[in-house]
């Protein structure tokens, strides 16, 4: 976690506070301070298994005081603009290798659903995972579903649980995707970001990379209303209501 260089610079020491979920409500734990151009790094082996009960757990910058347990995440925001912001940094790491993507998340919306093409399965000697990550405001954490299909001829492959509130790992090898296959994962009642992980079984390499909404590729125009379009056209060709 570190602050950019460039401009909206915020000056004062900062509180980073740990959220962590209990199905319930939003916990809170100050977790350290870190200053103006200071760099932190925590992993999981510096944090209790108890923060980590869901998969997930929260680091919240501010300059204010944070006093829980909280019935919804905080919505205050720090600076002024958004861009540039500091910018946090999450991975994954072994002895030989790391890897690691932009870490900043906002909570999505509790009623939504998730369409994207996955084309990072890589073959070989690699074991490959779909991450999906999820953050609501609401403390509870509801099971919803996600199905796979090969969007080439709309065949469904398989189907798996995923969780609000929550980091779900679905290993992909054993669904079968063909190199000649461009994977197609739809969940029709819940929202998530996902990341598909590769890991080679002799442990030199790691990958990860994460799909964008369908609205991040639509430069003028209502952003939203072409993502409903493209997200009707696909979950009508899939049959998933």
């Given at each position: 976690?570190?602050?950019?260089?460039?401009?909206?610079?915020?000056?004062?020491?900062?509180?980073?506070?740990?959220?962590?979920?209990?199905?319930?409500?939003?916990?809170?734990?100050?977790?350290?301070?870190?200053?103006?151009?200071?760099?932190?790094?925590?992993?999981?082996?510096?944090?209790?298994?108890?923060?980590?009960?869901?998969?997930?757990?929260?680091?919240?910058?501010t300059t204010e005081e944070l006093?829980?347990?909280?019935?919804?995440?905080?919505?205050?925001?720090?600076?002024?603009?958004?861009?540039?912001?500091?910018?946090?940094?999450?991975?994954?790491?072994?002895?030989?290798?790391?890897?690691?993507?932009?870490?900043?998340?906002?909570?999505?919306?509790?009623?939504?659903?998730?369409?994207?093409?996955?084309?990072?399965?890589?073959?070989?000697?690699?074991?490959?995972?779909?991450l999906v990550l999820n953050i609501?405001?609401?403390?509870?954490?509801?099971?919803?579903?996600?199905?796979?299909?090969?969007?080439?001829?709309?065949?469904?492959?398989?189907?798996?649980?995923?969780?609000?509130?929550?980091?779900?790992?679905?290993?992909?090898?054993?669904?079968?995707?063909?190199?000649?296959?461009?994977?197609?994962?739809?969940?029709?009642?819940?929202?998530?970001?996902?990341?598909?992980?590769?890991?080679?079984?002799?442990?030199?390499?790691?990958?990860?990379?994460?799909?964008?909404?369908?609205?991040?590729?639509?430069?003028?125009?209502?952003?939203?209303?072409?993502?409903?379009?493209?997200?009707?056209?696909?979950?009508?060709?899939?049959?998933?209501?």
């Amino acid at each position: 976690m570190a602050a950019n260089r460039w401009e909206n610079r915020v000056k004062s020491e900062l509180n980073v506070y740990l959220i962590w979920n209990d199905r319930n409500l939003w916990n809170v734990d100050l977790y350290s301070k870190i200053n103006f151009g200071e760099v932190i790094r925590i992993t999981t082996e510096d944090i209790d298994h108890k923060y980590m009960t869901s998969g997930v757990c929260l680091f919240y910058p501010t300059t204010e005081e944070l006093i829980g347990p909280l019935d919804s995440l905080p919505t205050t925001e720090v600076w002024s603009s958004r861009i540039p912001e500091w910018r946090c940094t999450t991975g994954f790491y072994n002895k030989n290798a790391q890897t690691s993507y932009q870490g900043e998340i906002f909570p999505l919306p509790q009623k939504a659903n998730l369409l994207t093409f996955h084309p990072f399965i890589q073959y070989g000697e690699v074991d490959n995972y779909l991450l999906v990550l999820n953050i609501s405001k609401d403390p509870a954490i509801k099971d919803s579903t996600i199905n796979f299909f090969n969007s080439v001829d709309l065949h469904k492959k398989g189907i798996a649980t995923v969780s609000t509130n929550s980091a779900t790992c679905i290993p992909l090898n054993s669904i079968g995707y063909l190199p000649t296959d461009l994977p197609l994962f739809i969940s029709p009642s819940m929202a998530g970001i996902p990341f598909g992980l590769g890991i080679s079984r002799d442990g030199q390499m790691l990958s990860m990379e994460h799909t964008h909404p369908p609205a991040s590729f639509v430069l003028f125009g209502n952003r939203n209303a072409v993502q409903g379009k493209i997200k009707k056209t696909w979950f009508n060709k899939a049959g998933v209501s």
